[in-house]
């Protein structure tokens, strides 16, 4: 049975046939009208105006909301979709004794979710109906009407389902090119209220925070305050027990009444500390990131929280597909795909870390009480292996952006400004138990050894690490040429791919501002990062530029090379120096190198010399505050690798710094 939707009336057939057979051309409007009024009421979801034909009872204008609903949802503005227009009508040729009949396609475009357009075409047809011989009407074009008109091939009972296709998230790679951040199994655990009567929640709420180290009545009111169906997680940790970080189990948890335990995967490194500060993590959006994103990020995405996480999360992220499902029945079966656009996974991120130097310098640092740090960096090629930050920076990147006085660590420097003024390893410097520059007396550490006093040669100054043979031999070189020696060394703008602080030289000085600066402290600032690529550029004898993230395809520089944001900075660097035309030179490197084997074979660092592979070395202590504290420094070179180990407070870096740097080279 044919149903008109606009008012009742049935025509037989061959009534029709003999009034259409008396209507003359010009009489009978054309159909284009009627198919732009079509693609009108379609794109304004309003059929209202139109005289519709169906085989079936159901209401077009009721299947019509029906179907489009999702995809109106999707555009999030009914006003402007979808936008239909009329592409092609063409009358029928047909016999005197037929209706006129004319097909059109309408061309069809739905701005989606995640960026995309679903364009098609649909077809169908309209019938001329001639109005009632005593009418003076013009008669009409019915149009025949089915979901199909909609979205091609849709059957009665069919609707539509929108579906966003998350891609797999990259990962971040080792320096080998293998996972580092990637999924991993872990347990989520939490109290599910529909296990438990009102009154327990409080006692059982209580019994799992004390377990998983939360606060008791801070965890019990959340438990409290959610839905009576709710489940309220507690923690998240790893499945596998030897990377966990926590001392009670999965199966612990499960024995409280009223815990659920749920398996699931999250983006993770190999252990719970691993590099964290520098790597970050990626979690669930938060409410501020969802805000930020202007409507790119929803509830529930897992996006960059902190660390190269955030900082290459376009990359690491990739691009959401979208499928229309055609589905049918109360459970909504997808029975075929309409539309689909498959999802771009997510680039990887390859860092420069090696998991086994990384775990080593964490395991050296984990019982180091101030906050500290071990960086190693391999000289011929500038890849930072690892870059630990121990405990007591409380989550601070140490490592790579803490800005110190690298005290006599610093006199790799001054050293090679002296012999760019002349004085070489060989040559003859005086190291007088004290000096004095424009009214300030310096002296050397505490314990330094009266034989390497008077006239020594540098090479013997700088093993034991004489401040006062520095300052002297130091007069005559500018400080300009200093910072610019610190410069060649590598303490320059940093390009490592993570934010960082390489160090700060100042250009100008004052005569005590020079005479602290030769020895590493006043205005002089470095990272642990930094110190270890003055080590690295000794070891390769030209500059390295260190770098932690490799460049990654299709992004520009600035993308891959992530700057300190103004949180990051712990003080002011001086104006960035520029080094000198030619840089550090082979040769200058190699008497370097003289210099700092002579502080392991006769020097301060002599605990490094038995072990293999360590040709080079220098110890730093620098006062901070009051002067009655002081940050302990060593830097080492041990084959294709340059270390540098940082204790904030510390005793001298030969026996705070030392030993850290023992153990890690030992283990290494």
């Avoid at 046939?17 to 009024?37: F, I, N, W």
Wanted: charged share 25%; proline share 6%.
């Amino acid at each position: 049975m044919r149903r008109r939707t606009s008012f009742a009336l049935t025509v037989l057939l061959t009534s029709a046939v003999l009034a259409a057979a008396g209507c003359t051309g010009p009489e009978r409007p054309t159909p284009d009208d009627t198919a732009e009024e079509l693609a009108d009421g379609l794109a304004r979801q309003d059929l209202s105006a139109l005289t519709l034909v169906s085989d079936t009872s159901a209401i077009p204008q009721q299947q019509l909301t029906e179907v489009v609903e999702p995809l109106v949802a999707a555009a999030g503005d009914g006003d402007a979709v979808p936008d239909v227009t009329v592409a092609e009508v063409v009358e029928a040729t047909t016999e005197e004794d037929e209706p006129p009949r004319a097909s059109v396609r309408l061309a069809w475009s739905w701005p989606l979710a995640a960026g995309h357009t679903w364009d098609y075409t649909t077809e169908t047809e309209m019938v001329w109906a001639p109005p009632p011989e005593d009418s003076e009407e013009p008669g009409t074009w019915e149009v025949r009407w089915g979901p199909d008109v909609i979205v091609p091939g849709l059957a009665g009972g069919e609707r539509l389902e929108l579906a966003v296709l998350a891609p797999d998230r990259g990962d971040l790679l080792d320096v080998r090119g293998e996972p580092l951040v990637t999924a991993r199994d872990v347990w989520r655990i939490g109290i599910d209220k529909t296990f438990l009567e009102p009154e327990e929640y409080e006692q059982q709420a209580t019994e799992l925070a004390e377990l998983v180290g939360l606060d008791p009545a801070a965890y019990a009111a959340r438990v409290e305050g959610a839905g009576d169906k709710a489940y309220v997680e507690a923690i998240t940790i790893r499945q596998d027990r030897k990377t966990s970080g926590v001392s009670f189990t999965a199966r612990d948890a499960r024995s409280i009444a009223g815990v659920n335990v749920l398996a699931d995967t999250m983006e993770l490194a190999p252990t719970s500390s691993f590099a964290r500060p520098i790597l970050g993590r990626a979690g669930e959006a938060t409410a501020d990131i969802i805000e930020e994103s202007d409507g790119a990020v929803q509830r529930g995405d897992v996006v960059g929280i902190s660390g190269l996480q955030r900082d290459y999360d376009a990359v690491l992220t990739g691009t959401d597909g979208l499928a229309v499902h055609v589905v049918a029945g109360e459970d909504g079966e997808v029975l075929r795909d309409a539309y689909r656009v498959e999802a771009v996974d997510g680039a990887d991120v390859a860092t420069t870390f090696d998991p086994e130097l990384q775990v080593l310098a964490e395991k050296v640092l984990a019982d180091v009480e101030p906050a500290s740090a071990i960086v190693a960096v391999r000289p011929s090629t500038g890849e930072v292996l690892a870059a630990a930050s121990g405990p007591g920076g409380a989550g601070w990147s140490t490592a790579t952006l803490g800005q110190y006085a690298p005290g006599s660590t610093f006199k790799v420097a001054t050293a090679l400004s002296l012999m760019r003024s002349g004085v070489f390893p060989e040559d003859t410097v005086r190291c007088p138990r004290s000096i004095t520059v424009d009214g300030r007396t310096y002296e050397n550490v505490p314990g330094y050894p009266q034989e390497a006093t008077g006239e020594v040669t540098l090479r013997t100054a700088f093993a034991h690490s004489c401040n006062t043979a520095m300052i002297g031999a130091g007069a005559e070189v500018r400080q300009a040429d200093l910072a610019a020696a610190a410069v060649d060394l590598g303490l320059g703008e940093p390009a490592v791919g993570a934010p960082a602080f390489l160090g700060a030289v100042p250009t100008e000085a004052s005569a005590t501002g020079h005479a602290e600066a030769l020895i590493g402290q006043g205005k002089v600032l470095a990272s642990p990062l930094g110190m270890a690529t003055v080590a690295a550029s000794v070891a390769a004898g030209e500059r390295v530029e260190p770098f932690l993230v490799r460049p990654v395809e299709g992004e520009d520089d600035d993308s891959a090379s992530p700057s300190p944001s103004a949180e990051d900075a712990t003080a002011e660097p001086a104006e960035e120096p520029a080094g000198t035309a030619d840089g550090l030179g082979a040769s200058e490197a190699a008497d370097l190198q003289d210099l700092m084997g002579a502080v392991v074979s006769d020097g301060s660092a002599s605990e490094l010399a038995d072990i293999p592979g360590v040709t080079g070395a220098k110890t730093g202590t620098a006062q901070y505050g009051d002067g009655s504290q002081q940050h302990a420094w060593m830097l080492a070179i041990a084959d294709d690798l340059a270390v540098a180990v940082f204790v904030e407070d510390g005793e001298f870096g030969s026996t705070t710094a030392g030993p850290l740097m023992g153990r890690f080279l030992t283990g290494r």
